[in-house]
């Protein structure tokens, strides 16, 4: 899609934006995502107001830092989240892995549905800390991909769980 055509979408979507409640940015095989996932996300700069209604994303190819600017001003009451994190450089230590599935895992308390991709992230063990020992996580379906998770560490913490489906690579 050329930038015309981005822009005649995102202004055709400003007249029907309230009724969105599912918003998918993929574009798998273009190393342009990121940067068309920013520019999406500068020109409705308000998303929790924008898109009041929204209650599914799916984002790929999302760095963490873009992430954590997109994530404060997402809608709180997300049911579905899916998103493919790509860490820049080289492999994130075990501490970074942890704690940005962490913080997604956390992400809201209506977060039902969590679907996670990990890219260039730390791959042996990785162990979840809970931020509160207080506060579970509500997620009660969980597709992992891209990293090695502590599964005892994993259900203290996410307790409702019904579903986990973690993806695994051969690495021979």
Request: net charge positive; charged share 15%.
């Amino acid at each position: 899609m050329n930038k015309n055509q981005f822009d005649c979408i995102c202004t055709q979507l400003l007249h029907s934006i309230s009724k969105v409640t599912s918003l998918t940015l993929f574009d798998k095989d273009n190393p342009m995502t990121p940067v068309k996932n920013s520019l999406f996300f500068s020109r409705f700069s308000c998303i929790d107001s924008t898109f009041s209604n929204l209650r599914s994303l799916t984002l790929t190819y999302i760095n963490c830092n873009t992430w954590c600017l997109f994530k404060t001003r997402l809608p709180s009451f997300i049911v579905a989240l899916s998103i493919h994190l790509e860490h820049i450089g080289k492999c994130a230590h075990s501490f970074m892995t942890s704690a940005h599935l962490s913080k997604l895992l956390f992400f809201s308390p209506s977060l039902k549905f969590l679907s996670v991709k990990m890219s260039n992230y730390y791959n042996d063990r990785t162990i979840i800390r809970p931020q509160s020992p207080t506060i579970l996580s509500s997620i009660q379906y969980f597709h992992l991909e891209g990293i090695t998770i502590d599964l005892s560490s994993l259900f203290l913490v996410v307790r409702m769980l019904h579903t986990l489906d973690i993806c695994f690579y051969n690495f021979e």
